[in-house]
């Protein structure tokens, strides 16, 4: 049904092999004024509802924080942090069991624009098991049960099969999981010593389709992705293994490791190569592009598409694109 294509990978290995991509931390780390304890918790519930903030058919989430104007996961992120500043209880277990749809419509509205946040009952009711789950647990900061744990994210009883027991960590291809195992070990001190594999969301779907280190096989599924319909649950659990399997095959052919071109990947495909066919930045960056100079720079050619030399789709006016999505997991 769907695969990895062996050389499609090997000629990005060798491309990000000349690069030197930017460490895998958040862009704007913020310090809360709570340390490290609580800071792990406000990402252990951003990242819960982080899940299509650029839905198909639907607004972009997006607002203005510290007089910036930010898109996606970026305003997600740094709106609930500077919440957290005046108001610490946001990153508690017991506000989470209470909080609302109207809670996070009235958080995401930023300077008189009403909230663009999505599925906000969704969003509220994954906060409230999120509480539940802390409150079984007995723990006040999601750190305590990574020390329960012997500071172990893999395996038997390790944080990740913790994690599995709140239902927005339920995934089984554990994107919100490797996600919030990334942040917390770069912006929260937490330890990591395994090799894990790399969270993937819809951009990164949406990239690797177009530059063919994942081929499809199967003419309906590939319809399916032209035409940017909902996949089975099946399907969907398939291709994202498939994006997750290739990323993994490109760390250990390039030297970088999965979390570094997690953010690689991420930052450039959801940047240069968004949906819209006719808005992808082949091989040119225009003025307006929003990739981090950081991102911008670590290219063979500094705002031109890293890999628009090898790129299947390169050029080509239809281009895959990631499933219209409704569920919670990524």
Same mark, same amino acid.
């Given at each position: 049904?769907?695969?990895?294509?062996?050389?499609?990978?090997?000629?990005?290995?060798?491309?990000?092999?000349?690069?030197?991509?930017?460490?895998?931390?958040?862009?704007?780390?913020?310090?809360?004024?709570?340390? $490290?304890?609580?800071?792990?918790?406000?990402?252990?519930?951003?990242?819960?509802?982080?899940?299509?903030?650029?839905?198909?058919?639907?607004?972009? $989430?997006?607002?203005?924080?510290?007089?910036?104007?930010?898109?996606?996961?970026?305003?997600?992120?740094?709106?609930?942090?500077?919440?957290?500043?005046?108001?610490?209880?946001?990153?508690?277990?017991?506000?989470?069991?209470?909080?609302?749809?109207?809670?996070?419509?009235?958080?995401?509205?930023?300077?008189?624009?009403?909230?663009?946040?999505?599925?906000?009952?969704?969003?509220?009711?994954?906060?409230?098991?999120?509480?539940?789950?802390?409150?079984? @647990?007995?723990?006040?900061?999601?750190?305590?049960?990574?020390?329960?744990?012997?500071?172990?994210?893999?395996?038997?009883?390790?944080?990740?099969?913790?994690?599995?027991?709140?239902?927005?960590?339920?995934?089984?291809?554990?994107?919100?999981?490797?996600?919030?195992?990334?942040?917390?070990?770069?912006?929260?001190?937490?330890?990591?010593?395994?090799?894990?594999?790399?969270?993937?969301?819809?951009?990164?779907?949406? @990239?690797? $389709?177009?530059?063919?280190?994942?081929?499809?096989?199967?003419?309906?599924?590939?319809?399916?992705?032209?035409? @940017?319909?909902?996949?089975?649950?099946?399907?969907?659990?398939?291709?994202?293994?498939?994006?997750?399997?290739?990323?993994?095959? /490109?760390?250990?052919?390039?030297?970088?490791?999965?979390?570094?071109?997690?953010?690689?990947?991420?930052? /450039?495909?959801?940047?240069?190569?968004?949906?819209?066919?006719?808005?992808?930045?082949?091989?040119?960056?225009?003025?307006?592009?929003?990739?981090?100079?950081?991102?911008?720079?670590?290219?063979?050619?500094?705002?031109?598409?890293?890999?628009?030399?090898?790129?299947?789709?390169?050029?080509?006016?239809?281009?895959?694109?990631?499933?219209?999505?409704?569920?919670?997991?990524?």
């Amino acid at each position: 049904m769907v695969r990895g294509n062996e050389a499609r990978i090997q000629d990005v290995a060798d491309i990000l092999r000349t690069l030197d991509p930017p460490p895998p931390i958040e862009a704007t780390p913020r310090e809360l004024g709570v340390g $490290l304890l609580f800071s792990a918790n406000a990402y252990l519930a951003i990242v819960a509802i982080c899940h299509q903030t650029s839905p198909v058919g639907e607004a972009v $989430l997006r607002g203005t924080v510290g007089g910036r104007p930010l898109l996606g996961w970026d305003f997600l992120k740094e709106r609930w942090l500077e919440a957290s500043i005046s108001d610490p209880g946001l990153n508690t277990h017991e506000r989470w069991l209470t909080m609302s749809a109207t809670d996070l419509s009235n958080l995401y509205a930023t300077d008189g624009t009403p909230s663009t946040l999505s599925r906000l009952a969704e969003r509220a009711l994954l906060l409230n098991d999120l509480g539940r789950f802390m409150t079984v @647990g007995g723990w006040h900061s999601i750190s305590e049960s990574f020390e329960q744990c012997g500071f172990r994210w893999d395996g038997n009883g390790g944080m990740l099969e913790i994690l599995a027991g709140a239902i927005a960590y339920s995934d089984p291809v554990m994107k919100k999981s490797l996600f919030f195992a990334s942040i917390a070990t770069s912006d929260c001190g937490w330890r990591l010593t395994e090799s894990l594999a790399p969270p993937v969301d819809y951009h990164e779907v949406r @990239g690797h $389709l177009r530059l063919g280190t994942v081929q499809v096989e199967d003419e309906a599924l590939k319809r399916k992705l032209l035409l @940017g319909l909902t996949l089975s649950e099946d399907e969907d659990t398939v291709l994202r293994c498939t994006v997750s399997n290739a990323i993994q095959r /490109i760390s250990e052919l390039s030297g970088h490791s999965a979390a570094v071109l997690h953010y690689y990947f991420w930052n /450039i495909f959801r940047s240069c190569c968004p949906r819209p066919s006719v808005a992808t930045h082949c091989f040119s960056c225009p003025t307006s592009c929003q990739c981090p100079e950081a991102y911008q720079q670590a290219r063979p050619v500094p705002h031109v598409c890293p890999f628009s030399t090898s790129c299947e789709s390169a050029g080509q006016n239809v281009k895959m694109v990631d499933p219209a999505y409704a569920g919670h997991f990524y």
